[in-house]
């Protein structure tokens, strides 16, 4: 089985900063990679599908990117509404550990 | 608006089967794959497994000699069956929808609903 690797696993940062995550697989999922925000005690949320793909409704400062095995979410500038817990998903598969984006 | 609702008993005896029911409204259950999560409390989400409207499955190695899940279209609804559960079971459940065709991405989900497994 595929593995999925996230780091880092958390992270403080301040609003503004620009925020990276990264998401390792074990081996190529091509493009097949989703990426979801999840807040205490609320499901899930997709924010990126298909690596870089933005999900309706999602603001713009969030991007995906790469392929093969290493891919990235970015925020631009982070937001107060965008402290949560991160996951990335391969596409039939299973997720990553999470990364905790926390206050500074 | 596709809503999905998970609903089933909160608490489940040790080496029993786990059964929960996931009800869609705003949308056909046909023609879409469904999933069901998993997510122990503090902890991250585990992928239990796939099923298509046809019943067609797919699902996670480490439990599927476990899990069956069926769909019930006249109905509209999805069900997760774990048999054997342990205290390891005790998770916030979710079922969600699969849209974005390969992508296989989660785009509505539960709420979800907590089962412990507790004598």
């Known amino acids: 089985d595929i593995q999925m690797t996230q780091s880092p696993s958390s992270l403080s940062a301040s609003v503004g900063d620009r925020v990276t995550i990264t998401c390792r697989a074990s081996?190529?999922?091509?493009?097949?990679l989703n990426w979801y925000q999840q807040k205490p005690g609320k499901a899930p949320k997709l924010l990126i599908y298909?690596?870089?793909s933005l999900q309706s409704g999602v603001p713009s400062r969030f991007s995906g990117s790469g392929s093969g095995t290493d891919f990235t979410l970015t925020i631009s500038s982070l937001q107060p509404e965008d402290f949560a817990t991160y996951y990335c998903?391969?596409?039939?598969?299973?997720f990553g550990g999470g990364t905790k984006v926390e206050i500074k | 608006q596709v809503q999905l609702q998970e609903s089933g008993p909160g608490l489940v005896k040790p080496s029993e089967t786990l059964s929960l029911t996931c009800a869609v409204s705003?949308?056909?259950?046909?023609?879409?794959?469904w999933s069901w999560i998993r997510q122990p409390p503090g902890k991250g989400l585990e992928w239990i497994g796939y099923?298509?409207?046809?019943?067609?499955?797919n699902y996670n190695p480490s439990l599927k000699s476990r899990v069956s899940t069926s769909v019930d279209t006249s109905k509209n609804e999805l069900s997760l069956k774990l048999s054997s559960v342990t205290a390891a079971d005790t998770a916030v459940y979710y079922c969600?929808?699969?849209?974005?065709?390969?992508?296989?991405?989660?785009?509505?989900w539960g709420q979800g609903t907590l089962v412990t497994v507790s004598s």
């Open positions: 998903q391969q596409s039939y598969r299973g």
């Open positions: 298909a690596a870089s």
């Open positions: 705003g949308g056909s259950i046909r023609s879409y794959y």
């Open positions: 081996q190529s999922i091509s493009s097949y």
């Open positions: 099923i298509y409207y046809s019943g067609r499955t």
């Open positions: 969600a929808r699969v849209d974005y065709g390969d992508y296989f991405s989660l785009v509505y």
